[in-house]
């Protein structure tokens, strides 16, 4: 016990010690790789599965003569009852989280902020409310430094706990009688920002107009009247707000900013972990980046890769396998998609989202044409002088002059499609060109490679929309 790996193979071996995984983020300004770390889930609930503590509470009868007007557990609640998940499995697994952060120097002196941590917290309901409450009974999940979390996004930071959250939910946990025991999260608990932060709901409660995350009340009602209820948020006016925002590219639609479940870079890990479930974090992240320095932002865009492009970090076996999932994937996806389109649940949609402004809205077949010219608009390459292709085409970084000269040109061809492009219409532009020319457009900083070029690729592309669109303005 006198070294640190002696001490770690012991709590290993008589602790049920679950060893944390390193998520690398990304890096920082200053060229620092960042780091969360992960505890796995499905490890954690399979030690307590196995534990006695979790075989003696299961022995015990619990009484189920609960009066119907008294709540003692959240079992007792509306909400749980009419869950369809533990309605279909009754002995499931009741997955609370909590997450907070906490300051690990002194809160008030110069170094405030700069070392706060993000923590995230695990509880089963299943177990009874006096096990339960203690600490000891409560596992970490994950820790991350809260300026890296709004730094690279939920999507990296939360990626690796999704993707077990939706294995336990689909696949489930085998215990040592050969049953399978599922899962899911029932809630989520935290105050009042932490838990907008984390459902994808607006964070600024001193300007926002739907600030609420139960209710549709917006600021100019509440500041009429402090005691007024809005319309209770619904399943139906959240998926609605959802369509919206992936429809006209906007930030916020009644006070949703996005989908916690779907972001982007969970589902493609998902994508991969589900078809190699054994495959390391470190082979999960090169696979990861490679994807996205080929121009991959969504699972749709998983269906153009190809074997050749995988087998330099896998295995050709390995590569096989998830090009045939990933194709069947995308036949059902497109199944799906032909089905929504002529259900009256989608036009129930497209109507909610027409009618919920007092402001004309643009309509659906105006927004279809707003989403055909990304689709069909062709990056101008043959406009583009000699010396910068020359560059492209080796492979070799251009100039900051024959860079601007791309981010001109591709612009002014934009606007020629489009008036006004907007943020998801530069970002689906970015991901075309940087496919074409992944190495002439990465980032790289004193011969380091920082990044895949697509982030600062948008980000030039929205700033040369605002200064066209400003002179435009001026002249009028």
């Known amino acids: ?42 490890e954690t609930l399979k030690c307590l599965l196995q534990s006695d503590m979790w075989q003696d509470c299961m022995s015990e009868e619990h009484p189920t003569d609960t009066p119907t007007d008294v709540l003692t557990d959240v079992t007792d609640g509306q909400m749980f009852k009419s869950n369809d998940f533990f309605v279909q499995n009754p002995s499931g697994l009741k997955l609370v989280l909590y997450q907070d952060a906490f300051e690990v120097v002194n809160p008030l002196g110069s170094a405030k902020t700069r070392h706060k941590i993000l923590a995230v917290y695990l509880s089963v309901a299943n177990l009874p409310l006096h096990v339960r409450s203690d600490t000891n009974h409560m596992s970490l999940v994950l820790l991350c430094r809260e300026k890296d979390f709004k730094e690279f996004g939920h999507a990296k930071v939360f990626s690796n706990l999704l993707a077990d959250l939706k294995y336990l939910e689909e696949n489930g946990i085998p215990v040592s009688d050969e049953t399978v025991v599922k899962g899911t999260v029932y809630c989520i608990a935290g105050d009042n920002l932490g838990s907008h932060c984390i459902g994808g709901f607006s964070e600024n409660f001193s300007r926002a ?22 319309p209770a948020r619904t399943i139906q006016n959240y998926n609605s707000a959802i369509d919206r925002i992936q429809a006209e590219g906007a930030q916020d639609v009644e006070g949703v900013k996005f989908r916690m479940d779907d972001v982007e870079p969970s589902n493609i890990s998902s994508a991969i972990t589900n078809v190699l479930p054994d495959l390391p974090t470190s082979n999960l992240n090169i696979v990861l980046e490679t994807l996205q320095s080929l121009g991959v932002g969504a699972t749709e865009d998983l269906q153009y890769i190809k074997e050749a492009d995988l087998l330099t970090v896998l295995r050709p076996v390995q590569a096989r396998k998830l090009l045939a999932a990933w194709k069947q994937s995308t036949e059902t996806t497109e199944f799906h998609s032909q089905s929504t389109l002529t259900s009256p649940v989608s036009s129930a949609c497209s109507s909610v989202s027409l009618s919920s402004s007092p402001s004309p809205s643009p309509s659906p077949r105006h927004m279809i044409a707003t989403a055909d010219w990304v689709d069909s608009f062709q990056i101008p390459w043959e406009k583009l002088p000699e010396a910068l292709m020359q560059s492209l085409e080796r492979g070799k970084r251009p100039s900051s002059k024959l860079r601007r000269e791309l981010i001109r040109i591709v612009v002014a061809e934009m606007m020629h499609a489009s008036s006004s492009p907007g943020k998801q219409s530069s970002t689906e532009v970015a ?21 895949t070029g697509y982030h600062s690729l948008v980000k030039q592309l929205q700033a040369r929309i605002e200064n066209v669109k400003r002179c435009h303005v001026q002249q009028k």
């Open 1 to 42: 016990m006198r070294t640190a790996h002696t001490r770690a193979q012991c709590f290993k071996k008589n602790f049920n010690y679950v060893e944390p995984k390193t998520v690398l983020l990304g890096r920082d300004e200053n060229r620092k790789d960042r780091f969360a770390y992960y505890v796995p889930v499905k």
């Open 209 to 230: 107009e739907h600030f609420c995350r139960y209710c549709l009340i917006t600021r100019s009602e509440f500041q009429g009247d402090p005691n007024l209820c809005g």
């Open 431 to 451: 991901k075309k060109m940087v496919a074409k020319y992944p190495l002439s457009l990465q980032d790289v900083i004193e011969g380091d490679v920082v990044g």
